[in-house]
């Protein structure tokens, strides 16, 4: 699955190249990865044009000018690929779906514009979705209700942070982390690269951090999310940015997937161990316990 880095890349890639484009046919494979009454489909996203899109945690919505939004998630493999004669961007799972003639066996919804161009949701594995609902009440599904704020919004303070980590005072600081009810979009990489920037074991209880411990860990959560919207994204082995290229964040992780390599802080050697089973990447010397 894409972490939030990823999905802002691709938002971003999206937004210069599909806005403004009316959606003149739609046309689907299965009910699961396309979920939509097929009478709203054509009332609301038939001849609609797309206003704009944005990204809630890792959930892509492209609001369309019928105030319908499309949500879309596009889970482990799910890709978006943008086709038309001059030019050819392809975002998500790095099969050769990004390369090869669309639509293919992995195709799942189709969305063809009036300008000629086309716009591809493929998903191998079929746990991805593309959901018509109304603008109005994407707040209230279930996923929105549930998800935590977003770690980079200017107006999420450290404070802010600091209190909503509180409420979950009796487990690991890495579970926190990756609870999306805490806070929006925090995955594996960047929750062991913002631990390690803030010196900060991942097995701690949330109650033993101090406000000071939790300060460091609000600036290097937002520091190391903004490197890798800067650099395209980890591309943690599923994922390539926004034009069809692997993100190059990972040549610049600190800790994650370094084990066995000095730590470029104090020179101890990086362990991986387990921690609320997940595979975690730490220097035993500047994150003890």
């Known amino acids: 699955m894409p972490e939030l880095p990823e999905v802002e890349t691709i938002r971003r890639g999206l937004q210069e190249l599909i806005v403004g484009k009316m959606i003149e046919i739609v046309s689907f494979d299965t009910a699961k990865s396309f979920p939509n009454n097929r009478s709203d489909v054509n009332q609301f996203l038939v001849n609609a044009k797309i206003k704009s899109i944005r990204r809630r945690a890792k959930v892509l919505l492209i609001d369309l000018s019928t105030n319908y939004t499309l949500v879309i998630h596009l889970k482990m493999t799910g890709q978006l690929v943008f086709v038309n004669n001059m030019a050819r961007f392809g975002a998500g799972h790095p099969n050769d779906s990004l390369i090869g003639v669309l639509p293919?066996?992995?195709?799942?919804?189709?969305?063809?514009?009036?300008?000629?161009?086309?716009?591809?949701?493929?998903?191998?594995?079929?746990?991805?979705?593309?959901?018509?609902?109304?603008?109005?009440?994407?707040?209230?599904?279930?996923?929105?209700?549930?998800?935590?704020?977003?770690?980079?919004?200017?107006?999420?303070?450290?404070?802010?942070?600091?209190?909503?980590?509180?409420?979950?005072?009796?487990?690991?600081?890495?579970?926190?982390?990756?609870?999306?009810?805490?806070?929006?979009?925090?995955?594996?990489?960047?929750?062991?690269?913002?631990?390690?920037?803030?010196?900060?074991?991942?097995?701690?209880?949330?109650?033993?951090?101090?406000?000071?411990?939790?300060?460091?860990?609000?600036?290097?959560?937002?520091?190391?999310?903004?490197?890798?919207?800067?650099?395209?994204?980890s591309t943690n082995r599923n994922y390539v940015n926004a034009e069809g290229k692997k993100g190059s964040y990972m040549d610049f992780a600190r800790v994650f997937r370094r084990e066995g390599l000095a730590c470029t802080r104090c020179g101890t050697e990086i362990i991986k161990l387990k921690v609320t089973g997940r595979g975690t990447h730490i220097c035993p010397n500047c994150q003890r316990i």
Request: hydrophobic share 40%.
């Open 104 to 233: 293919d066996k992995s195709t799942r919804v189709t969305f063809d514009l009036a300008d000629g161009s086309h716009l591809y949701f493929n998903d191998q594995r079929k746990f991805g979705w593309v959901r018509l609902i109304p603008t109005a009440e994407v707040p209230n599904i279930n996923f929105m209700k549930k998800v935590g704020p977003e770690p980079l919004e200017a107006d999420f303070t450290a404070s802010e942070f600091t209190e909503r980590f509180k409420r979950r005072s009796k487990t690991t600081i890495k579970a926190a982390l990756l609870d999306q009810t805490v806070v929006a979009g925090i995955g594996n990489i960047y929750a062991d690269e913002s631990l390690w920037g803030a010196k900060i074991n991942p097995k701690r209880l949330v109650n033993t951090i101090t406000n000071a411990e939790f300060k460091r860990l609000y600036k290097e959560v937002r520091l190391v999310m903004n490197l890798s919207i800067e650099k395209g994204g």
